[in-house]
């Protein structure tokens, strides 16, 4: 069977009508979110079976997808071209000036111009980029509550939650068992705040990743034979802020930033369990 070469292939498949019976916002949601893994084609009822069958395995190979994650951004680039930039940067606490708007990710300047191009303060990491994308052309904006939730909590968590641990909560744990500077240069280097100590952990550090979808990681340092534990929390807001598929992406992505952090400091051995 073919392999679909990007999303746009799987888009042009799709009735596009953003009928949202996949419960995906728009049919380019679906085919992004299917591309990245987070939702299967045969989701989208309205797809004949040969549609289905000619994708179905290719599609749902997590690997495979993730190698195509920068197509999907360069659709989500063109995309840009279609929104009123000056508007959703009001509606998502960002700025609009000189044709780009500019938000703060991780406490650094990360900007799109009106034909999609991006230009960071900080490394374009995909995994990064894609979320910055979402928030900017569907994030309600809402400001944080302070009630926070672990991913399995939020809308749809749940059953991404496994994949979420492996690519997101125990590489983080790992980095933070062997550089045990990471909560420090959280702080210094990508604007964290140590907060109050929550859910009994020994360390409580909020980050933002885009500036209405706070993340508080909490770490529990071993105790008593215990192992320690690491457990990223989310504003009871991020599902609106945000699609999950694109909160997946943020925790994936910053696990992937501070293992690189990590390797920069001299510490190889956080590489072993990749
Ligand atoms: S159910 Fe199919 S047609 Fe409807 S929004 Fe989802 S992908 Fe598009």
Redesign the pocket.
Known sequence: MPRPKNAMELFKL?????????G?K??LA?AGAVYQGHKKIRE????DQAAIDRFCDESENQGSLEQNRDDYLAILQNEIGKIDLAQAAERVGAVFAGGKLTLKVLGKDFSVDISGKLSADIHINPWVAVPFFDYIRQGKGLPATGNWLSFRELKDGKERYPLFQKRCEVPLKQVADTYTDLFDDLVRIFGGKQVDKQFESDISVVLHPLPRVPIMICYWLPEDGLESSLNLYFDDTANQNLTIGSVFSLGAGLSQMFEKLALRHGFAEVLSFR
């Open positions: 799709l009735d596009q009508s953003n009928c949202r019976e996949c995906a728009t049919c679906f989208c009822p309205k797809l």
